[in-house]
């Protein structure tokens, strides 16, 4: 009975210590020159652990509709993916909106080295979409989802980042294609955060008269980096290699 409980109890522990940080969370932010003192600000309530969240409504001199996000953590694969339905100026002249996506709280893949794919593509509806480096992906071993400290200003402090990615414009769709990078994760949880950075026409710029609109989504996806071929067979040969020591030493005897 006694061996009974102390083994429940194990059991427990090693429940309790796997468990999925209480702490993690799914946000999304704006940020516009001029707007709450250019600040990156949280827009949205918080999404739940590995769930979605979105805003629709005015920041600045931009309507979003459905500006949203989502977040998986697993074995094989984990992700943070952004999109808006529509991001549109309502202002006269060009105006430059940024979107960040920030989850904290990851710990899947299980692998210390993380292969990291992101990139972006969208539509224009009117107007222009623009700019460099329209897209970034970020990670931090240390966990830190999106505040002032972590990406202050846009300028990146976190662990990793990918290129910043262009996009390239086919009539009225444009895409960044994939980068890649290799992050190396502590063994305790992580964070990935993304940003998306449009420049977008005023109704006076445009011929319609009409502001500047047009949607977008992106993706980051972490996958365990693979083994070398080399090491994958040494160690698939480690079996046969103790099977051939054992036929000798029967031989031998």
């Not at 960044?176 to 305790?188: I, K, M, Q, V, Y």
């Not at 109704?203 to 996958?223: I, R």
């Amino acid at each position: 009975m006694r061996k009974f409980f102390f083994a429940a109890a194990l059991v427990g522990a090693a429940i309790l210590g796997t468990a999925t940080p209480a702490h993690a969370a799914l946000r999304i932010y704006a940020q516009e020159a001029g707007v709450n003192g250019g600040l990156i600000t949280q827009v949205g309530a918080d999404g739940g652990n590995f769930t979605a969240t979105s805003f629709t409504g005015i920041y600045g001199d931009f309507t979003l509709t459905i500006f949203g996000g989502s977040s998986d953590n697993g074995a094989a694969l984990s992700d943070l993916l952004t999109g808006t339905v529509s991001l549109k100026n309502n202002s006269a002249t060009s105006k430059t909106l940024t979107l960040w996506v920030s989850q904290d709280g990851y710990t899947l893949p299980a692998s210390g080295a993380l292969r990291v794919e992101s990139g972006l593509s969208g539509t224009v509806n009117n107007g222009t979409l623009s700019g460099s480096g329209v897209f970034q992906a970020f990670a931090d071993k240390n966990n830190n989802i999106l505040t002032a400290g972590t990406l202050n200003g846009g300028a990146a402090t976190a662990d990793f980042n990918n290129p910043a990615q262009t996009a390239v414009a086919t009539g009225s769709t444009f895409d960044t294609g994939s980068a890649f990078g290799t992050f190396n994760r502590n063994p305790t949880a992580y964070s990935v955060t993304s940003k998306a950075t449009f420049t977008v026409s005023g109704s006076s710029e445009n011929a319609n008269g009409l502001g500047g609109q047009g949607n977008f989504s992106t993706h980051v996806n972490l996958t365990a980096v693979p083994a070398p071929a080399g090491v994958v067979l040494a160690l698939a040969g480690l079996p046969c290699m103790g099977i051939g020591a054992w036929v000798r030493r029967r031989k031998v005897k």
